[in-house]
């Protein structure tokens, strides 16, 4: 058994006085604003808070650090592209408290290890680089080059470059990123593991095999003009909150919604537009035309039960399928239908767990309709079958011809403001040749074509010796990742660990024998550097590349730039051995930015481009039709469905995330759509369930997950009746995360299998 006793990984045990009300089915509205304007007073000075609400997301302004979800190509409401969780997580940056030498002083490892995610962030912007002593209680303030020094030393200490590894979270600007990662390459590793690696790899796997792009195909005038979207595997009113108003727009343009999700999430059932005063007074809209309540990991099943009646359809009627579309652009087509013929309907239809009705209603839907949408999010990407799930979706779309055409296609709704970004400017452990060429010819030194780790071996890595040093370009490591316990030994194991980041977080407390907490700007503030103030740019979900620009001064005058950070990194680890200027990139990031043009693809006159307020479109072959696979067409996929055998105390585990964090940010401790408020150590479970095992509401339980003869521990959570299917239960991530065994993850992609964990519960 893994021992899980006094880790500073795991968060604390303690509970904050629950109350549970009545699940909203209306979301958004008044209660929205008024949560909104309560973070911004309660956090932020009032002057920046507003400040920044007129700039968010606005042309000229500064790309929300919340979610990718694009902005309007055109019209921009004038209150701002307005939504809550926007604005929680500007008053999250924008904090009006900062936390320096004499915070650190005060406060030692130990002691904040004790604090919930909640009180930790809620410390204050991080004012001053900080380092931590082998075998020191407390971290002590260090100079930047100091720290620069420091971390160059260790890196060229390493028997070889593979030993460190180099973490990015999705929140780093292209600019940033393109940089670290050439640093990284030149240094001679593509240990380069992302968030996407927990995220939306599997999406990235099975759209570049089938479609031959790993990203979306839409654009939000799709959406708009969508005769069906689907949203599976999808909490939009909490994750992307702005998509409500894409859904509802192509509501009114006649567009039909289907909702395919174990919860009945707010939102997606009502919604009430806080742009739209009228609709703020007289109630929400139902947006959800048809809701598939589905089992968790139902859905290879629902998508074959649908795909089975299709067949059926065509083999009736030969209207059904797009034959003009298969046979000109698709590969696999008999292949695939011979496959199908082999399921059951009506086991497909148990295994899914909907009822007949509902499926009749989604049926219809997608028989009668050829514009069809589907978006997605972690509840598909994050089992053991992920890749399965997303191919699904693609041979689906495939039959009925709804991909690269108007209203048509695929919609992977990325988490990350600009994780997509990331990942086409290079963040990629395993990144194509082409792109390494380009390096090679640009920059005159070879990188290597060994694949990196990416999250899962990398945290492997360190915990078996075989990589010393811990890199992080943002984001909250342990927090984030599967297998809490294990992972928190795999750090301990390092070195040296280094965080770059705006706040305090728990990866900051569980460190490598010396540790460095290096600070940052944020989205939101001003970026002074010698040539004047700079520009950085993103992508969003939709393959859109735009300009964000800081609104308010540095919190402390002591902050870097994560360009500026990079730049520092390299010039002290590669120095006169470097065939790259590293420090004229920090004066002058329209140097950087020629760069990318240079070696990325799609990146052509980017200074010129950036210009356009709006930004300005990637390339993206499935969008024209144009599918760059192996067989140079889009391919159908064969995918099983998945069996699950529960034994009989045993149940299905999600971790999702409550409508008050941003990943492993808390922002505070109520879950309002869901009903749930001032307490996060709970769990969802179905009354039955509930019955079946004797555990009344709020009782405090235990809860166990066995996997290959390991078993995992998390205690003291409290149980809460819900709406959600049998057999199935739902906690908050991360702290969870510790039930999550390292070696549970998708074929292909090595996603965790974060929304499959089989547990038992222990009263
Ligand atoms: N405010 C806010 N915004 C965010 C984030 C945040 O934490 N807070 N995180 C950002 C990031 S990085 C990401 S990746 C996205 C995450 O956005 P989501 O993917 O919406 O986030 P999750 O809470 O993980 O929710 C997954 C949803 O899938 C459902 N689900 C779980 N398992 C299954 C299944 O087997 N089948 C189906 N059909 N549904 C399932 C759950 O009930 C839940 O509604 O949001 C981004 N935006
Ligand atoms: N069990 C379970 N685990 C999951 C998931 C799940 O659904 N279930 N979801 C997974 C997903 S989808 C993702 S994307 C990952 C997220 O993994 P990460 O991206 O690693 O985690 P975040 O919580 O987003 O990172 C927050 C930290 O980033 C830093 N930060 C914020 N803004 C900036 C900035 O502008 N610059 C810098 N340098 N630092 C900044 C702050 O210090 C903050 O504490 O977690 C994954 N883990
Ligand atoms: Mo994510």
């Not at 929680?88 to 650190?104: G, M, P, V």
């Amino acid at each position: 058994m893994m021992n899980s006793k006094k880790n500073k990984a795991l968060t604390p045990e303690k509970f904050t006085d629950i109350s549970v009300k009545k699940p909203y089915k209306n979301s958004a509205g008044f209660q929205s604003i008024k949560s909104a304007i309560t973070q911004i007073s309660k956090y932020t000075r009032v002057k920046d808070g507003v400040k920044l609400s007129l700039k968010i997301n606005q042309k000229g302004g500064f790309d929300c650090p919340g979610c990718a979800w694009p902005d309007p190509d055109d019209e921009r409401s004038s209150i701002g592209e307005y939504c809550e969780n926007g604005i929680k997580a500007i008053a999250e940056e924008a904090q009006k408290n900062t936390i320096d030498n004499t915070f650190f002083k005060k406060h030692s490892v130990e002691e904040l290890a004790t604090w919930t995610d909640f009180e930790i962030g809620k410390s204050g912007r991080l004012a001053e680089p900080m380092f931590l002593a082998e075998g020191a209680t407390h971290y002590q303030s260090i100079s930047w080059e100091e720290a620069f020094s420091k971390v160059g030393t260790h890196l060229n200490a390493l028997n070889n470059p593979d030993e460190a590894i180099f973490y990015t979270s999705g929140r780093t600007t292209n600019e940033a990123a393109f940089l670290y990662q050439l640093f990284v390459r030149e240094f001679g590793t593509a240990n380069l593991p992302d968030c996407s690696n927990m995220c939306h790899e599997a999406s990235g796997s099975a759209l570049s095999e089938t479609l031959g792009i790993g990203k979306g195909s839409v654009t939000l005038d799709d959406l708009y003009k969508a005769e069906v979207v689907m949203v599976i595997g999808q909490n939009p009113a909490t994750n992307h909150p702005r998509m409500l108003s894409a859904l509802e727009k192509c509501k009114k343009n006649g567009g039909k919604i289907i909702a395919v999700n174990p919860l009945p999430e707010a939102g997606l059932l009502k919604f009430t537009n806080p742009q739209d005063p009228i609709k703020m007074l007289t109630g929400g809209k139902q947006i959800a035309d048809v809701f598939a309540q589905v089992t968790i990991n139902g859905d290879v099943a629902l998508f074959k039960t649908i795909l089975l009646k299709l067949l059926e359809k065509e083999e009736e009627t030969a209207h059904v399928f797009d034959k003009d579309f298969i046979e000109k652009h698709t590969f696999g087509y008999e292949a695939f239908i011979a496959d199908l013929k082999t399921y059951n309907f009506n086991d497909c239809l148990k295994a899914s767990g909907i009822d007949e009705d509902t499926f009749n209603a989604i049926f219809n839907l997608i028989l009668n309709h050829n514009k069809i949408i589907i978006c997605w999010a972690m509840g598909l990407t994050q089992h053991q079958n992920a890749v399965d799930n997303i191919r699904e979706v693609v041979n689906l779309l495939l039959l009925k011809g709804s991909i690269g055409k108007e209203g048509a296609g695929t919609c992977p709704v990325r988490g990350h403001s600009n994780v997509q970004g990331d990942r086409t400017v290079g963040i990629w452990e395993a990144a194509p040749q082409a792109f390494l060429d380009k390096i090679e010819a640009k920059y005159g030194f070879k990188p290597t074509t060994k694949h990196g780790y990416a999250v899962i071996d990398a945290i492997k890595a360190m915990y078996e010796n075989k990589a010393k040093v811990f890199f992080g370009l943002g984001g909250n490591f342990i927090s984030a990742v599967p297998d809490t316990v294990y992972a928190s030994q795999a750090l301990q194991n390092c070195n040296l660990t280094v965080h770059v980041s705006t706040k305090l977080n728990r990866s900051h407390l569980v460190t490598g024998k010396e540790a460095l907490i290096l600070p940052c700007l944020g989205r939101t503030e001003k970026d002074y550097q010698k040539t004047g103030l700079q520009i950085q740019s993103v992508e969003n979900s939709m393959g859109i590349v735009s300009a964000t620009k800081g609104v308010l001064e540095p919190c402390s005058k002591d902050l870097l730039s994560e360009v500026a950070v990079v730049c520092g990194i390299a010039n002290a680890t590669l120095s006169a051995k470097s065939k790259i200027d590293w420090l004229a990139y920090k004066d002058d990031y329209t140097l950087v930015r020629n760069d990318i043009a240079e070696v990325v693809s799609g990146f052509k006159d980017y200074n010129t481009k950036l210009q356009k307020p709006s930004g300005f479109y990637l390339p993206n072959g499935a969008r024209e039709r144009q599918f760059n696979t192996k067989t140079g067409k889009a391919n159908f996929s064969i995918n099983k469905m998945p069996t699950w055998k529960l034994k009989n105390d045993e149940l299905v585990m999600m971790t999702i995330r409550s409508h008050d964090q941003f990943n492993t940010t808390i922002y505070g401790l109520d879950d309002r759509y869901r009903g749930v408020y001032n307490e996060r150590r709970i769990i969802f479970m179905n009354k039955d369930d509930m019955k079946a095992r004797g555990l009344k509401e709020l009782q405090v339980v235990n809860l166990k997950s066995e996997f290959n003869g390991v078993t995992r521990c998390a205690n003291n959570f409290k149980v809460v009746g819900y709406n959600i299917p049998k057999n199935c239960c739902a906690t908050y991530f991360p702290e969870t995360n510790v039930l999550v065994p390292l070696d549970n993850f998708a074929h292909t992609a090595k996603t965790p299998a974060s929304k499959s964990i089989v547990i038992t519960i222990e009263a």
